[in-house]
């Protein structure tokens, strides 16, 4: 069956500290993968996508950056985190056919 | 551009009754899906129902349809004989039927079910 897991579910770094949050997809191949955030009581804003392994594109500049290491695994990291790199980090996949999968997710606070 | 809007940011509905969310989405693509999400105070995002854009009938899920209007361009999401369970906040997202799949989604709905 199919699967994405999400990890850390919560974390607490402070201002200036690296990140590093993994996503992985099991029971598919070339999967389409997404990383959104959401803002305390907001909606949900597309970070980086990314069709294939090592094709990365991004949606809003920032502090981020995401890489595709492997065909279903995709990272978020930071070097130097802000306090407005604070909110709730969504991974997700699809292959197209289908809609979304989303991970579970990581609170993320910047202290 | 392309656009969601919910202009409900809460609404209340009393237990068994029905209710009906908001959306209206903005696209000049021919070919788009549109999407409900659940998402309760845990964080996961739960799907509800899909609409194609050229399906003609509304889509059902259970409790859940998808009044679709093409010509007013909107979605909107009717939950039937409201549950307790079904306080959340919902969003309704639209996918463009390019090779990226990115969703672009609305600010979402807080749905309180009252006992």
């Known amino acids: 069956s199919q699967t994405i897991h999400q990890w850390p579910a919560t974390l607490v770094q402070p201002v200036g500290s690296p990140l590093s949050l993994e996503c992985t997809v099991e029971?598919?191949?070339?999967?389409?993968l997404y990383w959104y955030r959401q803002a305390a009581g907001r909606g949900l804003q597309l970070l980086f996508y990314?069709?294939?392994?090592?094709?990365i594109s991004s949606e809003v500049p920032q502090n981020l950056s995401a890489s595709r290491p492997q065909d279903r695994q995709f990272i978020l990291s930071s070097k130097k985190l802000l306090l407005s790199d604070s909110g709730f980090y969504l991974c997700?996949?699809?292959?197209?056919?289908?809609?979304?999968?989303f991970g579970s997710g990581t609170r993320l606070t910047v202290v | 551009a392309q656009k969601i809007t919910q202009t409900q940011p809460g609404m209340f509905v009393q237990e068994k009754e029905a209710v009906t969310l908001d959306c209206t989405y903005d696209?000049?693509?021919?070919?788009?899906?549109l999407f409900w999400y659940k998402q309760p105070s845990s964080g996961e995002m739960i799907f509800l129902i899909y609409?194609?854009?050229?399906?003609?009938q509304n889509a059902t899920e259970g409790r859940y349809s998808l009044n679709f209007q093409k010509a007013r361009k909107s979605a909107n999401l009717v939950i039937s004989a409201s549950q307790l369970g079904d306080s959340a906040m919902y969003f309704c997202?639209?996918?463009?039927?390019?090779?990226?799949?990115?969703?672009?989604f609305g600010t979402g709905t807080r749905l309180k079910v009252l006992a």
């Open positions: 609409q194609g854009s050229y399906d003609e």
């Open positions: 990314s069709v294939g392994i090592g094709q």
């Open positions: 997700a996949w699809t292959t197209g056919v289908y809609g979304y999968t």
């Open positions: 997202a639209m996918r463009l039927l390019s090779g990226t799949y990115k969703y672009i």
């Open positions: 029971g598919t191949s070339n999967p389409n």
């Open positions: 696209t000049s693509d021919q070919s788009y899906g």
